[in-house]
C-alpha cells in the first residue's frame, strides 16, 4: 500500500533522487576523461524510475534486483556496481582505452541538470499546493 503523501508527490518524488544519481555519474565521466582505460558510465533511468515506482507501490524490491542472502545489494553498493548502471559505449575510440566524449558528456549533464530542475519545481509546486491547502492562505 502506497503512502498518501506519496502519491501526491508523484512520480517527481521518485525521480528526484535518480536523477541525481545520473548527474553524479555524468560529473565523475567529466572528471575521468583523461584517465586511461576509464569506462563511461551512465544509468537506465526509465528501467530505475520503473522499479522505484513498483516499489513505492509494494509490487517489487527498490532495486529490481533479487538477493538470496543479506548483504547482496549492500555489496553491490560498496563495490560500485550500482542496479541500472551502464558502460556508455563509445562513439570514437580512443588509444588510451578510455570511452568518454567530453562533449557528450557536457551536452547530456547539462539536459539531466535541466530534468532535474524540472522534477525539482513540479515538487515544489505540489509542497506550496499543499501548504496552502492546510494553512488555508
Not at 569506462?39 to 529490481?64: H, I, S
Not at 509546486?125 to 494553512?135: D, N
Request: a neutral charge; hydrophobic letters at 40%; aromatic letters at 6%.
Amino acid at each position: 500500500m502506497s503512502n498518501p503523501i506519496s502519491s501526491y508527490m508523484g512520480v517527481h518524488a521518485d525521480a528526484l533522487p535518480l536523477r541525481e544519481q545520473r548527474m553524479k555519474l555524468i560529473a565523475s565521466n567529466l572528471a575521468n576523461a583523461d584517465t586511461p582505460g576509464y569506462k563511461a558510465q551512465d544509468m537506465d533511468f526509465n528501467a530505475a524510475l520503473g522499479a522505484a515506482r513498483m516499489q513505492r507501490e509494494g509490487l517489487a524490491p527498490a532495486t529490481g534486483l533479487a538477493t538470496t542472502r543479506e548483504g547482496h545489494l549492500s555489496d553491490a553498493i560498496a563495490t560500485g556496481q550500482l542496479p541500472f548502471q551502464l558502460t556508455r559505449q563509445s562513439s570514437q575510440p580512443s588509444l588510451d582505452g578510455n570511452t568518454v566524449d567530453p562533449d557528450a558528456e557536457r551536452a547530456a549533464y547539462g539536459r539531466a541538470a535541466l530534468e532535474y530542475r524540472a522534477s525539482l519545481s513540479f515538487l515544489e509546486s505540489k509542497v506550496r499546493t499543499l501548504l496552502t491547502a492546510i494553512t488555508g492562505q
